[in-house]
């Protein structure tokens, strides 16, 4: 079971980001589908894969591997709920029908990128959700110290360190030297907070 589960969310990560690739969208539309659509499939199908690797992950062992009191759950109880807060602060920068896709289905036009958001938790960071889920990630952790919430945690953190690399290298492509200035001025995953 174990080793099923982490072949899957080796999968699931390596399709994301083929998925997310420029150039899986142009070969979606060559074989003659609306690129209208793709975001949109793109994201159905990554919560269905979510619910998979969900049960999977249910399925599982849930021993600990280590016992901690309260006194370590607690700051990490708050981690969990700072690292929601950032998620949704991040997210509220975005236009959400944009970032799930049906604003495409809508207006009947392609996918595209915006401006560059520099503004609000980009203005910290340059990945603000990436940083919520680390934060969440590793909360889970110190909240459950089981040997699968570690795996999950631990194969994810290696997976966006990859994934922010692969980002960066479509936003360079799109932004050019706008892109490359605000790399040089907001750090990447851990904000800089100036008193």
């Given at each position: 079971m174990w080793s099923t589960f982490i072949l899957l969310l080796v999968i699931y990560y390596v399709l994301h980001s083929?998925?997310?690739a420029d150039k899986a969208k142009m070969v979606w539309q060559q074989v003659g589908l609306p690129r209208t659509y793709y975001r949109l499939i793109y994201n159905t199908f990554f919560v269905a894969f979510t619910i998979w690797l969900g049960y999977y992950f249910l399925k599982l062992d849930s021993t600990t591997f280590v016992s901690w009191s309260w006194w370590f759950r607690g700051p990490a109880a708050l981690g969990l709920l700072i690292g929601c807060w950032i998620a949704?602060?991040?997210?509220?920068?975005?236009?959400?029908?944009?970032?799930?896709?049906?604003?495409?289905?809508?207006?009947n036009t392609q996918n595209h990128f915006g401006e560059l958001n520099t503004?609000?938790?980009?203005?910290?960071?340059?990945?603000?959700?990436?940083?919520?889920?680390?934060?969440i990630l590793w909360s889970i952790v110190g909240i459950w110290p089981q040997w699968r919430c570690l795996l999950v945690a631990s194969i994810s953190s290696l997976y966006l360190i990859v994934g922010i690399r692969l980002e960066e290298r479509k936003l360079i492509a799109h932004f050019g030297d706008v892109y490359?200035?605000?790399?040089?001025?907001?750090p990447m995953?851990?904000?800089?907070?100036r008193l």
């Open positions: 083929l998925l997310a949704r602060a991040a997210l509220r920068q975005y236009n959400l029908s944009e970032f799930i896709g049906t604003q495409y289905l809508q207006s503004t609000g938790w980009n203005a910290r960071v340059r990945h603000p959700l990436y940083l919520a889920t680390v934060i490359q200035q605000y790399q040089k001025s907001v995953l851990f904000p800089r907070f």
